[in-house]
């Protein structure tokens, strides 16, 4: 559960999820943006209820951000809707990090080793999500419907990637 490598190779595809599921505590997985592409590129949070054909954020089962290489960059993604808060423009290079809190049910993002909008999940202030339903939730990344987009995400205890990943391998 350490490292997943989403690349889109065809129009076809969805979310990739981690592979242990949580209901409380405290969690984090960062996201190397190797390869952007125009279309569905996203990292966030799923809940069990998320079905395996859908895209992060496109039910009221995911949030997300997106990362790919069009208008939508940087902004929030949830129930089909881009919500308040923009991230700012990922590009190839950058870090998206997520934090979750599941017993106050709250979703942070951020770029580069900054929290979106003053955000501090250790102190559980300024989460970009609050108010999430139907635990157990897991991580996921989704890089599909543009060939060549890849994304590489830690859902591990990996220090060596920790926001300072410089390579193209994972």
Same mark, same amino acid.
């Given at each position: 559960n350490l490292f997943l490598t989403a690349t889109s190779d065809s129009n076809v595809g969805s979310a990739a999820p981690s592979t242990i599921g949580f209901s409380s505590g405290k969690y984090y997985f960062e996201c190397y943006v190797h390869t952007q592409q125009s279309d569905r590129m996203l990292m966030g949070v799923i809940n069990d209820n998320w079905t395996a054909i859908n895209n992060i954020g496109v039910t009221a089962n995911g949030w997300g951000v997106i990362m790919q290489s069009n208008v939508s960059n940087g902004q929030l993604y949830h129930n089909n809707s881009? !919500?308040?808060?923009?991230?700012?423009?990922?590009?190839?290079?950058?870090?998206?990090?997520?934090?979750?809190?599941?017993?106050?049910?709250?979703?942070?993002?951020?770029?580069?080793? !900054?929290?979106?909008?003053?955000?501090?999940?250790?102190?559980?202030?300024?989460?970009?999500?609050?108010?999430?339903?139907?635990?157990?939730?897991?991580?996921?990344?989704?890089?599909?419907?543009?060939?060549?987009?890849?994304?590489?995400?830690?859902?591990?205890?990996?220090?060596?990637?920790?926001?300072?990943?410089?390579?193209?391998?994972?």
């Amino acid at each position: 559960n350490l490292f997943l490598t989403a690349t889109s190779d065809s129009n076809v595809g969805s979310a990739a999820p981690s592979t242990i599921g949580f209901s409380s505590g405290k969690y984090y997985f960062e996201c190397y943006v190797h390869t952007q592409q125009s279309d569905r590129m996203l990292m966030g949070v799923i809940n069990d209820n998320w079905t395996a054909i859908n895209n992060i954020g496109v039910t009221a089962n995911g949030w997300g951000v997106i990362m790919q290489s069009n208008v939508s960059n940087g902004q929030l993604y949830h129930n089909n809707s881009v !919500t308040t808060g923009d991230l700012g423009t990922f590009v190839n290079g950058d870090i998206a990090m997520c934090a979750m809190d599941a017993d106050n049910n709250k979703i942070w993002f951020g770029r580069n080793g !900054t929290w979106h909008d003053s955000g501090d999940p250790a102190a559980g202030n300024n989460s970009q999500f609050t108010n999430l339903n139907s635990p157990p939730y897991r991580f996921a990344v989704n890089c599909t419907n543009t060939v060549g987009a890849k994304l590489i995400a830690n859902f591990g205890q990996d220090s060596s990637f920790a926001g300072n990943h410089a390579t193209a391998n994972a």
